[in-house]
C-alpha cells in the first residue's frame, strides 16, 4: 500500500513538472481582473491550441522578472503590465520586440492589427490587451444635486464633503488641471503640454492642495483598488477617483448606491509583453498563445466579465452584437466602456512617456506636497 | 644525549607530538565540516546579499563604459555652459555605438535616474540621429529637443562619468554634487527623503513606546495569573497575531474612520456631535493605533518569557524588607524584566521601522514611510542601485541602534525566551 501511494505520488510530482513545463505561463493582476482574463480568453485559447496556460498572480513592478533574469532562470512567459513598464521593461532588453502586424492576427474585416488597436503602442514590446478609466464616482445617498463634471469633483462649495484620491501623482495631476479649467486638447496632449512647465505642475499642486486643506473638502488617499467603492459605500468620502471597472462592480454586481462620472476621464492601458528567454520564447508557444488571447474575438470575451473595454475596435462590434454582454445576461456592456461615444466627451490618455520621463520628480514633488498639508 | 631520544615515540614510531597534531587536525576539519553549512548558509542568504547591494549601491561602471569618447571630451570642460562642439561629437559617436549595439534604452534609463526627462529625448535622437550629416553636432542635435540645449543635461551626464559614485547615498539624503563639486541640498519643493527618514523614525519610535507601554501590564498579568486564566489570555495575544495582517489593518479602518463604528457609537451616546466627529483613520492616529496592536505581540512573548522566570518570592521578600509594593517593583522586579524590554523594543523598533502597508492603507498623507520609496525603485523605476543604496542606509540606521542600545544595556542582557 504504501508503495502504491509512494508510486503515486512520484507519478503526480512528474505529470505537475511535465504540464508545467510545457504550460505558458502568464502573469496578472489576480483576482476578478485574472478571472475575466482567463474565462475570457485564456482558457479558450488553451483549449484551441491545446497549450496549456498556467495563471500566476503578481503585484505589479519588473522586479520579479529582472531578479529572474539576473538569476538566469526565467519562469515567465508572458506578463500583463502598465504602459510605464513597457517602456522601461523594453529599453532595459527584458521583452521581445514585436513585429506587430506579422505576429497578431488583423481584424476580421482585413484591418491589420496596429490599426485595429485604439492607440499606438508605447513600446515596440507591447500588445494591447484592455483599456479602463480613472473616472470618479459619488454616492448618490450623501450627495445633494447631481455631479456631472470634473470641475465638480472639486467643487466644495456645491458639494461639500470629503474626496478619495489615489495615493500617487499619476493622474491626480491632470485632473487637478482640467477641473483647473485647461482644455484636455486631442488626447490630453493640451494637459502634458502645460505638466511639462515648471508652471504647471505648480498649479495642479496647487489645485490638490487647495481641495485638501479646505475645510467643507479634505482628501483621503487610496492606495489599493478596492478602497474607493468601501470608502463610497461606507460614507467617508462623498467623492472617489477609482478604476471604472471597481466601480461598475460595487454599483452593478452589489447594488450599491453610487454612480461614475465620466467628465474628465483618464484611459489609461493595460498591456501584455512576452518576456526574452521566457521558457516557451523559442519554441514559439508564447508568441502563439499571445497572438490567439488578442485577437477581436478573444478580448471581447474578458468584456464579459469585467467592464473593462477591449483594446481592439473591432472587438466592440462584437459586444454589440451580442448584448447584453455581461455575465448576468441583462447588463449591456457597451455602454460601460471607457470608450463609449458618451463616455469619452472630455477625456485624456494617461501618457506614459510622459510619466516615464518624469515619474520620480514629480513623484518626489508630490510627496514633499502631501508632506505639507 | 641528543634530543632525538628524549622524544616520545607512539607504537608505529611516529613521534607522539606529530601523531597528536594529525589528530588535532582531523578534528578541526571535522568540526568545521559540521559548522559548514550553517557557515555556507550564512554566507548565501546574508554575507553575500548584503555586499552585492553595497556594490550596486556605489558602481557606476555601466554608463561609464556606455559613453567612453563622451566622458574624455568632457574632462576639459568646465560644466559651467553648454559644451563645445567636440563633446557633442564624442557624444554623437558613443551614441552611434550604443544604438547599433541596441543599448540605448539602457543609457536612457540610466541617465533619466540622474535627470528626469532623458527618456524621451533620447528616443528622439535616436530616431534622428539615422539622418544626421557630418560635422556640426551641437547644432544637430541640439535642434532635437530642446533640452538637449540645456546645460543641466549635459551637467547630468558628466556626473555619471565616475565609475564609483557616492551620488545615490547623496540622494537619499535629498543633496547632490553640482558642476562645481559642492555638496548641496535640492530644491526646496523635491525634499522628501529627509522628511521620509524622519517620519519613519517618529513612528517606529513611538509604536515602541505605545507596544511597551500597554504589553508590559499585560505580560505582568500573563505571568502570574492562575493557569487556567492565562491560558485564555495567551490565545487572546496569540489569535490576532495568527490573523492576516491585511484583515487587521482593514478591520481598523471599518472600526475608525469617521462614519465607522467607533464613532457611530460616540455619536449614540452623545460624546460628539454628528458632524463634527474625530478623525482618528487616514492620519497619523490610525498609523499609530494599527501598527502599535499590530506588533503587540512581538512586546508581549519576549516579556512574557523573562516575567515567567522571575520568582514571585524576590518581591515578597522586598515588601518583607520594608520596601513599598512600588519600591519593590522598581528596584527588584523592573530591573529583572529588562532583558526582556530590550528584546522587545528592538524586535518591534525593527520590524516597524520597516513597515509599508499598514501605514500606506491608513496612513492618509504621511502614510508613505521610506520603505515604500525603497519598493516604488525596486518594483518601478528599477533603479536598483538607489534603492540598495537607501537600503544600507536604513540597515546601517538599525545598527546604529543596536550599537546604542549594546553601550547602554549590553547585548547580553538580551533575551528573546
Not at chain 1, 35 to 52: F, H, M, N, R, V
Amino acid at each position: 500500500m504504501k508503495t502504491i501511494s509512494k508510486l503515486l505520488l512520484a507519478i503526480s510530482f512528474a505529470i505537475s513538472v511535465t504540464t508545467s513545463a510545457f504550460a505558458v505561463t502568464v502573469v496578472s493582476w489576480g483576482g476578478a481582473y485574472t478571472e475575466s482574463q482567463k474565462l475570457g480568453y485564456g482558457d479558450p485559447t488553451a483549449k484551441a491550441l491545446g497549450i496549456p496556460i498556467n495563471w500566476v498572480d503578481y503585484s505589479g513592478g519588473l522586479s520579479e522578472i529582472k531578479a529572474q533574469k539576473e538569476a538566469g532562470a526565467i519562469t515567465w512567459d508572458i506578463i500583463d503590465v502598465f504602459a510605464m513598464d513597457t517602456i522601461n521593461g523594453c529599453d532595459e532588453g527584458l521583452f521581445v520586440e514585436f513585429d506587430f502586424d506579422k505576429d497578431f492576427p488583423a481584424a476580421p474585416d482585413g484591418t491589420p492589427a496596429s490599426k485595429d488597436f485604439f492607440t499606438a503602442m508605447p513600446s515596440k514590446c507591447a500588445v494591447g490587451n484592455i483599456l479602463y478609466s480613472w473616472n470618479y464616482a459619488y454616492n448618490t445617498n450623501n450627495v445633494k444635486g447631481t455631479p456631472k463634471t470634473i470641475k465638480d469633483f472639486f467643487n466644495t462649495k456645491k458639494f461639500p464633503g470629503k474626496r478619495a484620491i489615489y495615493k500617487s501623482a499619476l493622474t491626480n495631476l491632470e485632473i487637478a488641471l482640467a477641473a483647473d479649467g485647461i482644455k484636455p486638447g486631442k488626447g490630453g496632449a493640451k494637459i502634458y503640454k502645460a505638466l511639462e512647465t515648471e508652471k504647471g505642475v505648480e498649479r495642479a499642486m496647487n489645485k490638490i492642495k487647495e481641495l485638501c486643506t479646505d475645510p467643507k473638502g479634505g482628501c483621503v488617499f487610496w492606495s489599493a483598488g478596492a478602497q474607493p467603492p468601501e470608502l463610497l459605500v461606507s460614507g467617508e468620502v462623498v467623492m472617489a477617483t477609482g478604476w471604472n471597472g471597481r466601480f461598475f462592480g460595487a454599483e452593478v454586481g452589489e447594488g450599491a448606491p453610487i454612480k461614475q462620472v465620466w467628465d474628465g476621464q483618464g484611459l489609461d492601458y493595460e498591456y501584455f509583453v512576452q518576456v526574452k528567454g521566457g521558457p516557451n520564447d523559442a519554441n514559439g508557444k508564447a508568441l502563439k498563445a499571445l497572438s490567439m488571447m488578442t485577437n477581436t474575438e478573444m478580448l471581447a470575451g474578458s468584456a464579459k466579465y469585467i467592464a473593462y473595454a477591449p483594446w481592439r475596435k473591432s472587438s466592440i462590434a462584437i459586444m454589440e452584437a451580442g448584448e447584453p454582454w455581461y455575465k448576468d445576461g441583462k447588463t449591456n456592456m457597451v455602454p460601460q466602456m471607457p470608450t463609449a461615444p458618451q463616455n469619452t466627451k472630455n477625456y485624456f490618455l494617461v501618457d506614459p512617456v510622459f510619466w516615464a520621463d518624469n515619474g520620480t520628480e514629480l513623484g518626489e514633488k508630490w510627496e514633499a506636497m502631501k508632506a505639507g498639508l | 644525549m641528543s634530543s632525538e631520544t628524549n622524544k616520545i615515540l607512539t607504537t608505529d614510531g611516529i613521534p607522539l607530538e606529530v601523531s597528536l597534531k594529525k589528530a588535532e587536525r582531523k578534528n578541526k576539519i571535522k568540526a568545521f565540516l559540521l559548522v559548514a553549512p550553517l557557515l555556507l548558509f550564512l554566507l548565501i542568504t546574508y554575507v553575500f546579499p548584503i555586499g552585492d547591494m553595497l556594490l550596486r549601491s556605489v558602481d557606476d561602471k555601466m554608463v561609464t563604459e556606455m559613453l567612453p569618447k563622451t566622458f574624455k571630451a568632457m574632462e576639459k570642460w568646465d560644466g559651467k555652459e553648454l559644451p563645445e562642439e567636440e563633446v557633442f561629437e564624442a557624444f554623437y559617436l558613443d551614441f552611434r555605438q550604443l544604438v547599433d549595439e541596441k543599448r540605448e534604452g539602457k543609457l536612457s534609463t540610466q541617465l533619466n535616474y540622474t535627470k528626469n526627462g532623458f527618456k524621451s529625448i533620447i528616443k528622439k535622437l535616436r530616431r534622428k540621429s539615422k539622418s544626421f550629416e557630418e560635422g556640426n553636432y551641437k547644432e544637430q542635435i541640439m535642434s532635437v529637443h530642446k533640452r538637449w540645449a540645456n546645460v543641466e543635461y549635459w551637467q547630468a551626464i558628466k556626473q555619471r562619468a565616475p565609475a564609483i559614485t557616492g551620488q545615490k547615498y547623496l540622494k537619499g539624503m535629498d543633496m547632490y554634487k553640482n558642476a562645481s563639486g559642492e555638496i548641496v541640498s535640492v530644491n526646496e519643493d523635491r525634499r522628501i527623503h529627509r522628511v521620509l527618514w524622519l517620519r519613519t523614525l517618529e513612528i517606529a519610535f513611538f509604536v515602541t513606546l505605545f507596544c511597551f507601554l500597554m504589553a508590559y501590564p499585560i505580560a505582568h498579568l500573563l505571568a502570574t495569573l492562575p493557569m487556567k486564566y492565562s491560558n485564555l489570555l495567551m490565545i487572546c495575544v496569540l489569535l490576532p497575531f495568527w490573523t492576516s495582517l491585511l484583515v487587521r489593518t482593514a478591520s481598523w479602518m471599518i472600526l475608525l474612520q469617521q462614519q465607522g463604528v467607533v464613532n457611530d457609537f460616540f455619536v449614540w451616546i452623545g460624546l460628539v456631535g454628528d458632524d463634527n466627529r474625530p478623525e482618528m483613520m487616514f492620519n497619523k492616529t490610525g498609523s499609530y493605533v494599527a501598527m502599535t496592536q499590530i506588533l503587540l505581540p512581538f512586546m508581549v512573548l519576549p516579556l512574557y518569557s523573562v516575567m515567567k522566570t522571575i520568582s514571585p518570592s524576590l518581591m515578597r521578600a522586598g515588601k518583607s524588607l520594608g520596601g513599598t509594593p512600588i519600591v519593590a517593583f522598581w528596584k527588584i522586579y523592573f530591573p529583572l524584566t529588562i532583558p526582556g524590554i530590550g528584546a522587545g523594543c528592538l524586535l518591534v523598533f525593527i520590524l516597524a521601522i520597516g513597515y509599508y502597508i499598514t501605514p500606506a492603507l491608513v496612513g492618509g498623507a504621511s502614510g508613505t514611510l521610506i520603505s515604500n520609496q525603497i519598493a516604488f525603485h525596486m518594483k518601478s523605476t528599477l533603479d536598483w542601485s538607489f534603492a540598495s543604496a537607501m537600503g544600507l542606509m536604513l540597515l546601517s540606521g538599525v545598527l546604529a541602534i543596536y550599537w546604542v542600545y549594546n553601550k547602554i544595556v549590553g547585548i547580553d542582557n538580551i533575551k528573546l525566551g
